[in-house]
C-alpha cells in the first residue's frame, strides 16, 4: 500500500505561479510510475504530468510548456511546478502512484492504484 499526501494548493491570478507537492509513504518502491491529475468542476479527470522511476517526463498538451514535474526519491515526493497559470487550469490536483502503465495507458485512471485526496487550485482573472 502506497499513502499519498498532496499540498501547496491555493488561489492565485491569471498568469501566476504555483508549486504542489505530494509526500508519498508505505511501499514506495512498488510505484514506478508517479503522476498529477486534476479535475475541474463538471469535468473528468484528466492527465497533466507524469515521470517513471528513471526521471522520464511526459506531459499532457493542456499544461506542456507551462509545468514541470519532478521528484526527490530520497524524500519519496513528487512536485509539479505551475507557470503562467489560466483560469481554466482551475480544479483539484491529485497525486497518482502506479505499478505499471502499458503503452497507450499514461492517462488511463483506472491503471493508477494510488490517489491522494486531492488540493485546491484556483485561478481568477
Known amino acids: 500500500q502506497v499513502q499519498l499526501v498532496e499540498s501547496g494548493g491555493g488561489s492565485v491570478q491569471a498568469g501566476g505561479s504555483l508549486s504542489l507537492s505530494c509526500e508519498a509513504s508505505g511501499d514506495t518502491s512498488s510505484t514506478y510510475f508517479m503522476a498529477w491529475f486534476r479535475q475541474g468542476p463538471g469535468k473528468e479527470r484528466e492527465g497533466v504530468a507524469v515521470?517513471?522511476?528513471?526521471?522520464?517526463?511526459t506531459y499532457a498538451d493542456s499544461m506542456k510548456g507551462r509545468i514541470t514535474i519532478s521528484q526527490d526519491k530520497a524524500k519519496s515526493a513528487l512536485y509539479l511546478k505551475m507557470d503562467s497559470l489560466k483560469p481554466e487550469d482551475s480544479a483539484m490536483y491529485y497525486c497518482a502512484a502506479a505499478h505499471d502503465l502499458p503503452y497507450g495507458g499514461t492517462w488511463d485512471v483506472s491503471f493508477y492504484a494510488y490517489w491522494g485526496q486531492g488540493t485546491q487550485v484556483t485561478v481568477s482573472s
Open positions: 515521470i517513471d522511476g528513471d526521471g522520464r517526463r
